[in-house]
C-alpha cells in the first residue's frame, strides 16, 4: 500500500467522477482513497445504517455508538471530522446549499493515522 515516506507526502493523482458524485485519489496507479460527495454520490452504508448526505451530528452519534459496540478505535482529525482507522473512514462534511451534510472518504488504514499529511489536499479545500 502506499502511504507516507519519511513525513512526505506521496504523490496523488485524482480522477473525479461528478456524474456519479465520486472522486478516486491515487499514489502512482494505486487506488488510496474514494471520496463520496454528500449531495450526489452514492450512498455508502455500514450495518444497514446509510453514512452519505446526512446530519453531521446524527452520523457522529452513530459512530461513537457503532465504534463502542465494536471495540474499534474512533479519533478525530484537526477538522472535528470522525476517524475510524479500523475502516478507513473518514466521516469529512460538505456544504449542500444553507446545510451541511456528511461526506464519507474511504482509505488505507495508514493514511488514518496521519490524516493531516496524508488525505489529499484537494479534499481538505472541499467544503
Request: contains cysteine; charged residues 20%; glycine residues 8%.
Amino acid at each position: 500500500m502506499a502511504g507516507m515516506h519519511q513525513g512526505i507526502p506521496p504523490r496523488q493523482s485524482s480522477d473525479h467522477f461528478t456524474e456519479i458524485g465520486v472522486t478516486a485519489y491515487y499514489v502512482a496507479t494505486e487506488l488510496t482513497c474514494v471520496a463520496v460527495d454528500g449531495r450526489r454520490g452514492p450512498q455508502v452504508i455500514l450495518e444497514g445504517t446509510p453514512l452519505t448526505g446526512r446530519v453531521p451530528s446524527a452520523a457522529d452519534d452513530w459512530i461513537a455508538d457503532y465504534t463502542q459496540r465494536q471495540s474499534m478505535e474512533l479519533r478525530y482529525t484537526h477538522e472535528g471530522n470522525a476517524v475510524v482507522p479500523d475502516l478507513g473512514l473518514v466521516m469529512r462534511v460538505q456544504r449542500a446549499g444553507d446545510a451541511v451534510v456528511t461526506r464519507p472518504l474511504l482509505t488505507i488504514r495508514e493514511w488514518t493515522e496521519v490524516t493531516w499529511d496524508s488525505i489529499p489536499m484537494d479534499e481538505w479545500k472541499t467544503f
